[in-house]
Every structure is written in C-alpha cells, then in structure tokens.
C-alpha cells in the first residue's frame, strides 16, 4: 500500500499542508508532551488489543512509547488486522518530482496536502526526528493485514535524539474508550 503517485509529482509550495496550519488547527499539540502523543496513537486501537511497540508486545490501553510502533492487531507473532498504515517520509518521497524547490520538510507538507485534498483518511501526522513527516492512515476497508510499522508517537529518534512528535490527529484519537463503540 504506496502513497498514490499523482500525490508526488510536479509539486510546489502551493500545495503544501503546513505543520504551523496542522498545530494552528489543534492547538494543544503546540507543546511537546510524549505521554499525550502515545495516548493518541493507543485510541487508534481497542483497548485490548494486542500491539507491537518496539518488541514489547502489549494491551494498547498499556503501550508505553518507544522508537517503532506497529499499526497492526496481533494475536501471539502473528498479524490479525492492520489498525492503520504507517508511510514514513522515504515513502511519501520516493519519486517525488517538483515545480518549485523545497527541503525535506516541505517535500513531505506538499505531499500530504495533496493526499488530504484528495480525501485521503489521515490518522496521525508525526514528525520523524529527521526533518521529515510520517502519516498514519486508515487502511483500505476489507483490506489485508500487511505488516506496518512507524514512528512511534511520544518515542525518540535512536540517531537523532529527537523526540517524535504528533502535529495533527485525526479527532477519533481524542475519543475516549468509553465513549467509542468498540465491539465487546
């Protein structure tokens, strides 16, 4: 599952989602706070449902950050669902063409304003320790289980020492448990 190709060609400054637009939007999530970033990414999940961060393998309701998370539901080693798909900034990249110049950063705004204007499901957008932006999104519905892992939300780059910060969340990720309607 790739990015679709038209959202990485001819891109210009014009269609750049903004990091300073996406925090401007949600407010709180102007000051860095990792707790609050994991709690984000665990209501992407049940709270029983058995995730993968780093190589711990844990309730989602008692995931504790780490550098990777996975965005599938285990059972044991094996994957059952995949919750959301992680494309990392080499992903959203990769064949990327240009009408004007931009750094990393920018590359990756443009990217993703092309996916949100083409009414993409963006779950989450974290920043990736390295001048890049990774996005979490819905699966496909009925789609296959693939194997998914990113940045985890409120851990820290291992190379970079730079914490990964989420810059946008989808409101579902601010829903509480109880108030979801998670089958039981």
């Known amino acids: 599952m790739t990015p679709p190709w038209q959202c990485r060609k001819g891109l210009g400054h014009c269609d750049r989602w903004l990091v300073a637009d996406m925090l401007r939007e949600q407010p709180d999530l102007i000051c860095e706070d990792p707790s609050r970033d994991i709690n984000l990414w665990r209501h992407l999940f049940a709270p029983d449902d058995l995730v993968r961060v780093g190589n ?12 990777w998370c996975s965005g599938n539901i285990w059972s044991g080693n094996a994957i059952v669902a995949t919750a959301v798909v992680c494309w990392p900034s080499s992903l959203l990249l990769r064949g990327a063409t240009y009408k004007d110049r931009m750094d990393r950063s920018q590359t990756c705004e443009a990217v993703l304003g092309r996916l949100r204007a083409a009414g993409m499901e963006i779950a989450m957008v974290v920043e990736d320790g390295e001048d890049g932006l990774e996005c979490w999104i819905d699966p496909i519905p009925g789609s296959h289980p693939v194997p998914c892992l990113g940045r985890c939300p409120g851990g820290v780059n291992r190379r970079t020492g730079v914490p990964h910060r989420v810059v946008w969340a989808h409101p579902v990720t601010r829903m509480g448990w109880g108030d979801d309607d998670w089958p039981a």
């Open 56 to 67: 711990v393998f844990c309730p989602a309701s008692q995931a504790e950050p780490s550098e």
